[in-house]
T-cell receptor
């Protein structure tokens, strides 16, 4: 099953861009990468997903490396509400086992 | 549209008891997956039900079980509770399931404390 590696924690200042990295060197060529985030005392929520090229939505942008071994979630202007744990998730393995891991805890300072 | 609803939100049990948690998915969603979240292990996949059938299962002992009804509502049961079962139990619903690229919609979870 594919695995991902993320830093345990990151800090950002409010209204500055944030780049959250994820290493997924073991994913296959047809695997999508999903990002979810979990705000305090809430269930995870979907952020974005992508396969090869960069992806944008109202919440964030996802930059995927050309070799697909890594990707970066970009929050263009961090707000206090963006303080959360961000999970980079490989596709479910052959047994449908989604692996969330520990994610990256993002702190945003005013 | 209404989101994923989990009940109860909080509960306290003692060792050896059993517990049943409920999850009502978003209308039209046929997949419900369950997760256990603890500070030490993070968010771990328990199992997935799709159209009343268990389709995938994580690495948890047989004390953890579930089922899905014809209206897609799902329940999970933990028997012979242990202290280590104290956790936040989350469910997520989706149209096609965890193997699809579609979005998972999570509930707010049921926080179980085992004394």
């Amino acid at each position: 099953d594919a695995k991902t590696t993320q830093p345990n924690s990151m800090e950002s200042n409010e209204e500055e861009p944030v780049h959250l990295p994820c290493n997924h060197s073991t994913i296959s060529g047809t695997d999508y990468i999903h990002w979810y985030r979990q705000l305090p005392s809430q269930g995870p929520e979907y952020v974005i997903h992508g396969l090869t090229s960069n992806v944008n939505n109202r919440m964030a942008s996802l930059a995927i490396a050309e070799d697909r071994k890594s990707s970066t979630l970009i929050l263009h202007r961090a707000t206090l509400r963006d303080a959360a744990v961000y999970y980079c998730i490989p596709p479910a393995g052959s047994q449908g086992n989604l692996i969330f891991g520990k994610g990256t805890k993002l702190s945003v300072k005013p | 549209k209404a989101g994923v609803t989990q009940t109860p939100r909080y509960l306290i049990k003692t060792r050896g008891q059993q517990v049943t948690l409920s999850c009502s998915p978003i209308s039209g969603h046929r997949s419900v997956s369950w997760y256990q979240q603890t500070p030490g292990q993070g968010l771990q996949f328990l199992f997935e039900y799709f159209s009343e059938t268990q389709r995938n299962k994580g690495n948890f002992p047989g004390r953890f079980s579930g089922r899905q009804f014809s209206n897609s509502r799902s329940e999970m049961n933990v028997s012979t509770l242990e202290l280590g079962d104290s956790a936040l139990y989350l469910c997520a619903s989706s149209l096609k399931g965890v193997l699809d690229t579609g979005e998972l919609f999570f509930g707010e979870g049921s926080r179980l404390t085992v004394l």
